[in-house]
């Protein structure tokens, strides 16, 4: 999916990958949650796509909300094994809640989706900002 985005918007992409896996040459590896979000920031990036285990209860070993609440970068989940590389981009559900990072990043799914894609908004409601 990274090396698709890469070639379709001629951009660089980084490889990161955890301790416990199989890492490529080209790829930096971390030993936490923590430690990445640390390398994504120094690294500056500007999309963020992570793979989650997709057998229930495999060993997740990256902290999602951990992730999602310490890089500025908009995050893509994956789900699910992705057999073609572009089909991530034909239907994506992108949640706002209406903080000010959301909304600087809300650009994106329009620009990751592909032509005719389906795109779903999610708008979601802190009970405690409106109490």
Known sequence: VSE???AR???NCT?????SGEAESDATVFHSTAELIG???LGRADLVIVALPGDPGAEE???LDDLVFGTAAPILVLRKR???PTSPFHSILHSLNGNF???RN????FSLALPEARLLLLHTIDRDEIS
């Open 4 to 6: 698709t985005l890469a």
């Open 9 to 11: 918007f001629e951009s």
């Open 15 to 19: 490889r990161y990958v955890p301790a």
């Open 39 to 41: 390398q994504l920031r």
């Open 61 to 63: 070993l990256v902290d």
């Open 82 to 84: 992705v057999l073609d």
């Open 101 to 103: 990072r959301q909304t």
């Open 106 to 109: 809300f650009s994106y799914p």
